[in-house]
């Protein structure tokens, strides 16, 4: 039995989803915890109620959705397009607000009109929303993955780079480290004589040589996990990395855009005017935005109330492209959340690419904003 009551607009709520042409499904409640544990992001990473098997293996409270439904989806073979929508409790750590509680939202699977399937789940978070808070003011967030990761790739950074900026894309305090991190370099700390010398000599033979002999006398080969030549090779990175520095004139241009912030009307004319002022060539990322901006037009979204933040992204490492969230105008807290995240089927053990986009609802969240006069 449930421990909270379910909400008492769920049926207007699904309803609404099955308006939509979606079919409802549900997930155990107890999950493999390594597909959260690997490709949630370590914020949700750190919120997940684990447990095990008498096997020993690692499972969990189910902390969100997307993840079961594109498994189910898996399993099950069933062919794309497919729309699904969900309702159901899910368990997180929360210093605010109850350990467990209700998400409903929508996955869309297949649709190979990207721009298309990202306005309909933008419009279809909003659409809900206005008919659950009868037609209250609503504001939305937008952020784009692709067009960051486009911006790192033509400034030319180092592939280790590039990945730990993605990686904390979204996390404002993380990117910042990061940018002041590139801007003024550390040396690796406590690195041993001998390893410094032969990574300097670039003797690979010698260095894995090193390590092993290392390992061997420490005992901690018959425990790792990383072979000699691998942790040769992420020391070197480690290595590398740290000692990158930007130019001013990169840093600077990294900074200027992740600093844009402004209506989704006026947007696409931003970006390119960065990418033509910086030199960079960004066709295809910002050819994508456009055809988003005007596919959330051609749906009668005003443009007026959508923001575009360059540097917003959402805590899941499964995002590739558009992110977004939804709350009340003048008001803190997300209401609707989603994006895309074409590479998680895949990751997940799906023969094909599977595009995919989708959204959230936090429902305990939208029962205290009806509440409100």
């Known amino acids: 039995m449930p421990l909270i009551n379910m909400p008492d607009f769920s049926d207007e709520l699904l309803a609404a989803f099955a308006e939509r042409r979606t079919e409802r499904v549900d997930a155990p409640v107890i999950q493999p915890a390594e597909p959260f544990l690997d490709m949630a992001g370590e914020d949700l990473r750190r919120r997940i109620f684990m447990t095990e098997n008498e096997r020993g293996e690692s499972l969990c409270l189910r902390p969100e959705f997307t993840i079961p439904v594109c498994l189910r989806h898996i399993e099950t073979a069933t062919g794309t397009p497919k729309r699904y929508a969900y309702l159901g409790e899910v368990f997180r750590q929360r210093r605010d607000g109850a350990n467990e509680f209700y998400q409903a939202g929508i996955e869309d699977l297949g649709d190979s009109g990207i721009a298309g399937a990202d306005a309909r789940a933008i419009g279809d978070a909003h659409a809900v929303l206005s008919k659950l808070l009868d037609g209250r003011r609503l504001e ?7 067009v960051f990761e486009a911006v ?16 904390a894309f979204g996390n404002a305090e993380r990117l910042e480290q990061l940018l002041q991190d590139l801007a003024s370099p550390h040396p690796v700390a406590g690195l041993d004589f001998k390893v410094a010398s032969l990574v300097a000599a670039g003797d690979d033979a010698a260095l894995i040589a090193h390590i092993d002999e290392t390992m061997h006398a420490t005992g901690y080969s018959t425990n790792a996990s990383r072979a000699p030549k691998e942790i040769a090779t992420r020391l070197k990175e480690k290595l590398v990395l740290a000692a990158t520095r930007l130019d001013d004139k990169t840093l600077a241009l990294l900074t200027e855009f992740l600093s844009l912030e402004l209506p989704l009307g006026e947007a696409s004319a931003a970006l390119a005017g960065f990418a033509d002022a910086a030199g960079l060539k960004l066709g295809a990322a910002i050819s994508r935005f456009d055809e988003r901006v005007a596919a959330l037009a051609n749906i009668g979204l005003d443009l007026a109330t959508i923001t575009y933040r360059a540097a917003f992204g959402r805590p899941l490492d499964y995002y590739t ?6 709350g009340l105008a003048g008001e803190e807290g997300v209401l609707a959340g989603g994006g895309r995240y074409d590479r998680l089927l895949t990751l997940l053990g799906a023969a094909d690419r599977i595009p995919a986009v989708g959204f959230s609802l936090w429902l305990d969240r939208i029962e205290a904003s009806r509440a409100k006069p």
Do not use: N
């Open 152 to 167: 790192l790739s033509a400034l030319g950074l180092p592939d280790g780079w590039r990945k730990r900026l993605i990686d």
């Open 140 to 146: 939305v967030t937008l952020g784009d993955q692709s």
């Open 321 to 326: 492209g558009l992110v977004f969230e939804i």
